[in-house]
């Protein structure tokens, strides 16, 4: 089992800059590809950013291409995404995902573990 907290989220202006934060508890976190999910008011939940186990690899949604960066800390058992240039249409709640596997998905059905969510407000 992976227990997941996401942190960090709140509410800013268009142009602005925020950083999420995941910290991971449980079985081996290194083990684990790990990514950055969102959903909207009244959307689905959608792909954001993976970062592959030893976070040599990455992979983002075009929405968020050039905006957004994954990073982990395996030491510290955490995963970021250091959003910015942030639009209203990046309002929405975003969670972190964990799953065994070993090349990155970006598909919400492939990953096993979810945080709660935090959520992440863009005013125009």
């Known amino acids: 089992q992976v227990q997941l907290v996401e942190s960090g989220g709140g509410l800013v202006q268009a142009g602005g800059s925020l950083r999420l934060s995941c910290a991971a508890s449980?079985?081996?976190?290194?083990?684990?590809?790990m990514a950055w999910f969102r959903q909207a008011p009244g959307k689905e939940r959608e792909f954001a950013a993976t970062?592959?186990?030893?976070?040599?690899?990455?992979y983002y949604a075009d929405s968020v291409k050039g905006r957004f960066t994954i990073s982990r800390d395996n030491a510290k058992n955490t995963v970021d995404l250091q959003m910015t240039s942030l639009k209203p249409e990046d309002t929405a709640v975003y969670y972190c995902?964990?799953?065994?596997?070993?090349?990155?998905?970006?598909?919400?059905?492939?990953?096993?573990?979810w945080g709660q969510g935090t959520q992440v407000t863009v005013s125009s």
């Open positions: 970062i592959s186990r030893r976070g040599l690899n990455t």
């Open positions: 995902a964990a799953a065994d596997m070993t090349v990155l998905r970006t598909s919400q059905s492939d990953y096993h573990y």
């Open positions: 449980g079985r081996t976190f290194s083990g684990a590809v």
